[in-house]
């Protein structure tokens, strides 16, 4: 099956600080999402990205799917962007369907 | 609207006993599926439904366990027998379209088997 790596599988920075969080995937997909898991343990969507560049206030992401892989941009981090991101790649698995696949995650810590 | 939601929040059971998690995913979703988050393993899919009706179960680690969603609002998740390797956060999550933008999860079920 298609294999998805996330780096890097933990991050603590400095509130305030920027931070780049990538995704690799080992084939070609129909689209991806990134995900946020809170301390709490909700999972939240935050970008459906098959291609291209989108921006949701100070989070942002990239995706080129020619060259497999995906970037999640955080601003200006504060304490509440913690929690564990990750990237989910969708393929297609034989007659209408169609998989989600999720990378391992990579950790975020932000102190204050 | 309420979002998913999954019931009970925590489970803790022994070895053997019968395990039923619950789901009611969002109302008008299409999709509802049926995730596994272990340390070990990540993430997993087990099992979805499109239209209350089995898509893909291959997830689905072995006969001990069974999905069923007998309308658009309900579906139950069902181990039996439990085993202590089971433990782990079950999540539910429905989306109106499988390649829909977002895939809604519920907050999830911890189950610990001794």
């Known amino acids: 099956g298609i294999q998805v790596e996330q780096s890097p599988p933990d991050l603590i920075l400095q509130e305030g600080a920027n931070s780049t969080l990538r995704c690799n995937f080992s084939d070609s997909v129909n689209n991806l999402q990134w995900f946020h898991q809170n301390p709490w343990g909700q999972l939240i969507n935050l970008f459906y990205?098959?291609?291209g560049t989108k921006q949701n206030g100070r989070l942002s992401a990239t995706t080129v799917a020619t060259e497999r892989y995906s970037l999640l941009y955080i601003s200006s981090s504060q304490t509440t962007d913690s929690g564990v991101y990750f990237c989910a790649v969708e393929q297609y698995s034989g007659g209408s369907n169609y998989k989600l696949t999720f990378g391992k995650g990579t950790l975020l810590t932000v102190n204050p | 609207d309420a979002g998913v939601i999954q019931s009970p929040r925590h489970e803790v059971t022994e070895m053997g006993q019968e395990v039923t998690l619950r789901c009611k995913p969002i109302s008008g979703h299409d999709y509802l599926f049926w995730y596994r988050q272990t340390m070990m393993r990540g993430l997993e899919l087990l099992i979805y439904?499109?239209?209350?009706?089995?898509?893909?179960d291959s997830g689905m680690p072995e006969d001990r366990f069974s999905a069923k969603m007998p309308n658009a609002s309900f579906s139950t998740l069902k181990i039996q027998p439990s085993e202590p390797r089971d433990s782990a956060v079950y999540f539910c999550?429905?989306?109106?379209?499988?390649?829909?933008?977002?895939?809604?999860f519920g907050s999830g079920t911890q189950l610990s088997v001794l």
């Open positions: 439904f499109n239209n209350n009706v089995p898509i893909d």
């Open positions: 999550a429905s989306s109106l379209l499988q390649r829909n933008e977002k895939l809604f």
């Open positions: 990205i098959p291609s």
